[in-house]
T-cell receptor, first 114, second 114 residues
């Protein structure tokens, strides 16, 4: 167990809706990253937060947004859902977010968009 | 374009043999290369990290090599067991990228049969 939890486990939404996914990082970890993993693919970096500020973003549109809270929890929000947003969404926490830091992944939230 | 390729989608070997997985990259300058294990419906679990100036790293039955000239990493599992069956992902941290951002390959699904 990595000590990183995510909720919900599974979620079904329809196109055009909005969704909020939640992550609870390991205590003391100041960095959280979010990844999208489509079926049969490797995870793709969405963005990273360090001490409640976004400090890096991948090639995802602005309808993907996030928040990080002082209590080591964070959220990923996706607006105007599209069919291609169906994927496993992973959060990963690390101490400082540096390249050498071990990233601890949560179990993921499986999002299905119909 | 940038690519991370893992040798094959699936690898089947007999228990007790050595499994060798390959990760090749193009148009990256990795500062670190990491290997993860992912079980179905679960998040990736960190296994090993190797730095750009290291040639080899070992941990119990696992060994990783890194050749920056060939732009390749090899991941070996010796004395493989059925419990080693999983998808193995290679990921790198690029020197020119956001701190800690991981770029993943698609993974190799390893099956170890008795």
């Amino acid at each position: 167990e990595t000590g990183v939890t995510q909720s919900p486990t599974h979620l079904i939404k329809t196109r055009g809706q909005q969704v909020t996914l939640r992550c609870s990082s390991q205590s003391g970890h100041n960095t959280v990253s979010w990844y999208q993993q489509a079926l049969g693919q490797g995870p793709q970096f969405i963005f990273q937060y360090y001490r409640e500020e976004e400090n890096g973003r991948g090639n995802f549109p602005p309808r993907f947004s996030g928040l990080q809270f002082p209590n080591y929890s964070s959220e990923l929000n996706v607006n105007a859902l599209e069919l291609d947003d169906s994927a496993l969404y992973l959060c990963a926490s690390s101490l400082l977010g540096w390249g050498i830091d071990t990233q601890y992944f949560g179990p993921g939230t499986r999002l299905t968009v119909l | 374009s940038q690519k991370i390729e893992q040798n094959s989608e699936a690898l089947n070997i007999q228990e007790g043999k050595t499994a060798t997985l390959t990760c090749n990259y193009t148009n990256y300058s990795p500062a670190y290369l990491q290997w993860y294990r992912q079980d179905p419906g679960r998040g990736p679990v960190f296994l090993l990290l190797i730095r750009e100036n290291e040639k080899e790293k070992r941990k119990e039955r696992l060994k990783v090599t890194f050749d920056t000239t060939l732009k390749q990493s090899l991941f070996h599992i010796t004395a493989s067991q059925p419990a080693d069956s999983a998808t193995y992902l290679c990921a790198l941290v690029d020197r020119g990228s956001t701190l800690g951002r991981l770029y993943f390959g698609r993974g190799t699904q390893l099956t170890v049969w008795p």
